[in-house]
């Protein structure tokens, strides 16, 4: 199964500023990568599928890049509800689709 | 806007069962696949299982198959996850999860999840 792998573990930026989030994968998933928010005690959110292309209603600040095995999220200017856990999954490779571990995002 | 509320969960003992339900609404529940996934502390979000439009094909995660059992009913806009010989390790919050593209390939990005129905197994 693919393997994938989110640096770093942890982020602290402040608000207003810009953070960029990371997920590797162990083989190629193409562009079949999706990046979720998930705020305490809540469900993810889907923000970016098939790498790039912002799920409905996700603010612009909100951008995913990359193909093949290196991925990135940018939130552009950070706000007070971004503060939250950020997830990778690759559908590519499937059964199963899987999820990296995540990255925390905290208020510096 | 879609909404998908599980329920089923609660406390059970190494090899007993559990039947989740997940109800759906604001959607047309027959035109897409539908997933289970879990999460936990420790392992973090782990598909489990998935279930075409029709309910013809299942899929499994390996460290479930031949234990749990998906189905649903699209008269009634539920999935349904049977789950038999349960482990310690299955412990975990339990989601319901649909697919985003309606008819697409198996394999995809999840639009909508519901709170989950957390599965605690202990003795």
Redesign the interface.
């Known amino acids: 199964e693919v393997v994938m792998t989110q640096s770093p573990a942890t982020l602290s930026v402040s608000p207003g500023e810009r953070a960029t989030l990371s997920c590797r994968a162990s083989q190629t998933v193409n562009t079949d990568l999706a990046w979720y928010q998930q705020q305490p005690g809540q469900a993810p959110r889907l923000l970016i599928y098939a790498a790039s292309t912002r799920a409905a209603g996700i603010p612009a600040r909100f951008s995913g890049r990359g193909s093949g095995t290196e991925f990135s999220l940018t939130i552009s200017s950070l706000q007070s509800e971004d503060f939250a856990v950020y997830f990778c999954q690759q559908y590519y490779d499937w059964p199963p689709v899987t999820f990296g571990q995540g990255t925390r995002l905290e208020i510096k | 806007e879609a909404h998908l509320v599980e329920s089923g969960g609660g406390l059970v003992q190494p090899g007993g069962s559990l039947r989740l339900s997940c109800v759906t609404s604001g959607f047309t529940f027959g035109n897409y696949a539908m ?1 289970w996934v879990r999460q936990t502390p420790g392992k ?4 489990v299982s ?1 279930i075409s439009e029709s309910g013809f094909n299942t ?4 460290s479930v198959k031949g234990r749990f059992t998906v189905s649903r009913d699209n008269s009634e806009n539920a999935l349904y996850l049977q789950m038999n010989s349960l482990r310690a390790e299955d412990t975990a919050l339990y ?1 319901c999860a649909k697919d ?1 593209s309606a008819g697409g390939v ?11 129905t957390m599965v605690t197994v202990s003795s």
Do not use: I, M, N, Q
Request: overall charge negative.
């Open positions: 997933s973090g979000l782990e598909w998935d899929y499994y995660a390996d989601y985003l198996p394999g995809d990005a999840f639009d909508s999840w519901g709170r989950g």
